[in-house]
């Protein structure tokens, strides 16, 4: 056996590869979590929570505030923002009884009230309006559950005066507005049906209030109640919800953990064995000599796993750096969201999107753009997800469609809830609309609906809004390029709603006319001045025309163009 000053050299590289093996950051990760208290003006900040400022391995993530340079701590939520006047932190203990009524354990745990008022509020306007929302429905993204004594309510944003007792006025201050243009505030109580909403409104925020119920309270009692805060609780309940999140999103941070004692076992014997000396983690008998041979054995093995796992990174780096340049259409797109801040749709993975339309396993339509499946999302509520096809998937029908009706919100127009962008996979998430497109209504002869002439005159009359909010309602008119009873979906009310923007653009409310390098639209429904340049320039009055076109096949109950009619003067309607 050769002597022990001999083998130190070749031992110390092994130790310092050995070391390095080990995971250190699964290990600090663990013992640096609770990096004590800190202060942000009066608000008292530790485990589990952390300041943005503070290092990575300290506190929860979910659990993150800012510090403000006014000394005030912020919450930021997905869908708001909230300052927290305080935090009281208590220790609780839970006992859990067995079948037979003994008890069997008990748990010791942390639970801690947070009081938190919204950020619009906090302004010295006096005029504000609470507009951040706070939605707990989704404990695995949300780890806050609203206090026992507050609920939420909702701010609608409605076109028209509410004479019902149900909608309380949100407004605290008279503001000028045009009347064209006008929009009146109200607060409607949180369990509020879908159905008992009007059509005229739209919902701004989720408002929180320390109060039950806000029916037969004036403005000023509940303003009065919104500047006195609300309660964010926590209890043993939420945080088993949390662990099982934590345990469905990072099992492998889980199994490194339990491979721990394991690897601590593992540099106990290699150091033993390098210096002779006694164990550094536990008290173990002498270990024999084959050990040794077993511990380098399993350093050289892991070296050589290491080595052939970089390599493989290495190629997958290379390759993904490689397809990266030569998507061109992906770079344009991902540079589009980027600078889109302000965009209120979710961006969702093509995994969720999977999910969401169950393997896309009910398919609603199809058409030159894709297929359109039915989805559900994780609250239950239903969507409609239309899967851009390859041939459409060159990024220019997705900005568009992004860009225009991301960043419009009627009634008369089809909502976007979420997109995707994964290379060539595109995909748009809109509103489930159970009545489905006006051309099966009124084009269909099997169908078993029949709409009465006042209800095509509602829908005609709700296209017609959406068009004009489209052209007049926005900063920038809207120009759509492509109206069609195809285009138009109807609600479970048949409240129509201007859809598939994947032609339209934007141009600025000053330009009378635009430009356009090519004609775009659907035979039939195309204005004559987008195909013959000499009898006029392009404006808004494209889409009145194709309006017009979706009137009369509504009267008509027939399509523009017909190949079988009686006189040749009959194919079309313009004729």
């Known amino acids: 056996m ?32 609770d990096c004590g208290s800190s202060m942000c003006g009066n608000v008292e900040i530790r485990n589990p929570f952390r300041l943005t400022t503070q290092p990575s391995k300290c506190g929860d993530r979910r659990y993150e505030l800012e510090c403000d340079g006014d000394n005030r701590t912020g919450l930021v939520m ?6 927290v006047r305080n935090i ?23 639970s801690y009230r947070m009081q938190a008022i919204d950020a619009d509020l906090s302004k010295d306007d006096n005029c504000s309006l609470p507009r951040n929302s706070f939605r707990s429905d989704d404990l695995c993204e949300v780890p806050y559950s609203l206090g026992s004594t507050s609920s939420t309510m ?11 007792s ?45 109060v039950e119920n806000i029916s037969g309270m004036s403005t000023s009692d509940i303003y009065r109640k919104l500047l006195l805060g609300f309660e964010i609780d926590s209890d043993l309940d939420l945080r088993l919800a949390l662990h099982d999140c934590y345990e469905k999103e990072r099992p492998f941070q889980l199994m490194l953990q339990s491979l721990l004692y394991a690897l601590q076992t593992y540099a106990d014997s290699f150091v033993y064995f390098l210096f002779k000396g006694p164990h550094v983690f536990q008290n173990t008998l002498y270990a024999p000599r084959s050990t040794n041979v077993l511990c380098v054995g399993v350093t050289g093995g892991v070296i050589l796993a290491r080595y052939l796992l970089g390599m493989c990174c290495l190629l997958a780096l290379v390759t993904y750096k490689w397809r990266r340049r030569h998507l061109s259409a992906d770079d344009i797109i991902e540079n589009f969201l980027k600078r889109q801040h302000d965009l209120m749709p979710i961006r969702y993975s093509f995994r969720e999107i999977t999910q969401m339309s169950s393997d896309f396993k009910e398919k609603l339509g199809e058409g030159g753009y894709g297929s359109v499946y039915k989805g559900r999302l994780r609250s239950g509520y239903l969507v ?17 469609e992004v860009a225009t009706i991301g960043r419009i919100h009627h009634v008369n127009v089809a909502k976007l809830i979420g997109f995707c962008v994964e290379g060539s996979k595109q995909a748009l998430v809109y509103d489930f609309m159970p ?6 209504i009124i084009f269909s002869e099997e169908s078993k609906t029949v709409l009465s002439w006042q209800k095509m005159f509602d829908i005609s009359l709700g296209v017609a809004r959406g068009i004009e909010y489209l052209h007049q309602g926005c900063d920038m008119q809207i120009l759509h390029f492509d109206i069609k009873p195809h285009n138009i979906l109807l609600d479970e009310n048949f409240v129509p709603k201007v859809s598939d923007f994947g032609l339209a653009k934007l141009y600025s409310t000053d330009d009378s006319i635009v430009s356009l390098t090519a004609a775009r639209g659907t035979i039939g429904y195309i204005a004559p001045e987008l195909v013959y340049k000499n009898i006029g320039g392009v404006s808004h009055k494209a889409d009145v025309y194709s309006f017009g076109m979706l009137l009369l096949e509504m009267v008509g109950r027939r399509k523009n163009m017909k190949s079988v009619v009686e006189e040749s003067c009959q194919i079309h309607f313009s004729s």
């Open 88 to 110: 009281s932190y208590e220790t609780r203990t839970r006992i859990f009884f067995s079948d037979e009524g003994v008890e069997s354990y008990n748990i010791t745990y942390e």
């Open 78 to 83: 997905k869908n708001g923002r909230f300052y």
């Open 435 to 440: 009545n489905g497109s006006l051309d099966r």
């Open 2 to 33: 050769p002597e022990p000053t001999r083998q130190l050299p070749l031992f110390g590289l092994m130790a310092a590869i050995a070391l390095f093996l080990i995971p250190e950051a699964c290990i600090a990760r663990k013992a640096n979590r």
């Open 166 to 210: 149900s909608y309380i006025n949100a407004s605290r201050c008279s503001t000028s507005s045009s009347h064209l243009n006008a929009s009146y505030f109200y607060f409607l109580h949180g369990e509020t049906p879908a159905g008992k909403f009007d059509e005229s409104c739209t919902i701004d925020a989720l408002v929180p209030i320390m």
């Open 384 to 400: 409609a997800i239309k899967l851009l096809g390859k041939a459409k998937a060159n990024g220019e029908d997705f900005i568009s």
């Open 154 to 164: 909702y701010l609608v944003n409605c076109t028209k005066p509410m004479k019902s």
